[in-house]
């Protein structure tokens, strides 16, 4: 099976036809018909039921899906990578939440280039589900993630334990602004503070919600490294008697791209956690 082969599929599914898909990828209908042949031979199974209106997957079509994505990816990342970068021996692929892209990624890549200069280092900031997807296929090396995915052959990691705490601008404290931080913080954050389940502002991103309180007053649920220097400072002050959450961050990785270099990157990000000296506050704001 060819690259484009797999990629006629995935289009098709797109499109829910042969012809769009023809049209898509700038190719006659006979040659989207041959190639979906072709892939049915070498699998052994119908992808597609044709009919008036288009082209449905069967339950075999539905399973291929994943596979033919992989493989697409895959061969997008291998025409990435390769040939490596003049003089360097490796590619690390390493990705983080959004949230963690500063400082966390941005200090671990920046240490990477002292302590391994001979490693070329390819950095992603996704979503967690999006990044842990990846590392099981094969696509990242390492990532940076607050709720990891337990599985044959994947190393999880607990890095640092954080809390989320809830602060607000000393003298602007309203209103209480809902900072999306995931499901189980929903669940946990509703049933300690029912009164605020349906809140009239909300953020899914940590530092836009940062800047909004800056800017405009208000209060939230941090973490605590982020909001450290503010509280310092006197902008910020805990809210008395409310309640906090857990949040901790873990490294997962797949044991089978375990390699000597991966091993060094991780011992440099472990000495980063431990010395405590990233600047977390993301400080956007005169008032620091």
């Keep these: 099976m060819d690259i484009d082969q797999a990629r006629t599929f995935l289009e ?11 049209e898509r990828l700038h190719v006659s209908q006979t040659a989207i018909t041959a190639r979906v042949q072709r892939l049915e031979q070498q699998l052994g199974c119908l992808l597609f039921v044709r009919g008036r209106t288009g082209a449905s997957m ?9 596979y033919a994505n992989q493989l697409v990816q895959t061969w997008e990342a ?24 500063s400082p966390m990624m941005l200090d671990w890549v920046s240490a990477l280039r002292q302590a391994l200069p001979e490693e070329a280092v390819r950095c992603e900031v996704s979503d967690g589900e999006s990044l842990l997807r990846k590392v099981e296929m094969g696509l990242l090396d390492a990532v940076l ?20 705490i809830r602060v607000r601008r000393v003298d602007r404290p309203e209103p209480y602004i809902y900072i999306d931080w995931g499901d189980a913080f929903r669940r946990q954050h509703d049933a300690a503070l029912p009164q605020y389940a349906r809140p009239a502002l909300s953020f899914n991103l940590g530092p836009l ?11 939230g649920y941090f973490r605590t490294r982020v909001v450290q220097a503010y509280l310092d400072s006197g902008v910020f002050e805990r809210v008395p008697e409310a309640p906090e959450f857990t949040y901790p961050t873990f490294l997962v ?3 089978e791209r375990d390699s000597e270099a991966l091993q060094q990157a991780f011992s440099v990000l472990r000495h ?15 008032l620091i």
């Excluded at 599914?13 to 023809?22: E, I, K, Y």
């Excluded at 919600?209 to 209060?219: E, P, R, V």
């Design 12 to 22: 098709i599914v797109r499109c829910g036809s042969l012809v769009a898909a023809a």
């Design 58 to 66: 069967t339950s075999d079509g539905e399973a291929f899906v994943g």
């Design 78 to 101: 291998a025409r990435r990578d390769l040939p490596l970068p003049p003089g360097r021996q490796h590619v690390l692929h390493l990705g983080g939440e959004v949230s963690l892209g």
């Design 145 to 164: 993630v607050y709720r990891p995915t337990y599985g044959p052959g994947l190393q999880v990691e607990q890095l640092m334990e954080e809390k989320l």
């Design 209 to 219: 919600a940062l800047q909004f309180i800056l800017d405009q007053g208000g209060s």
């Design 253 to 255: 990785y797949a044991r």
């Design 272 to 286: 980063l956690v431990a010395a405590g000296t990233s600047d977390w506050s993301q400080r956007w704001d005169p």
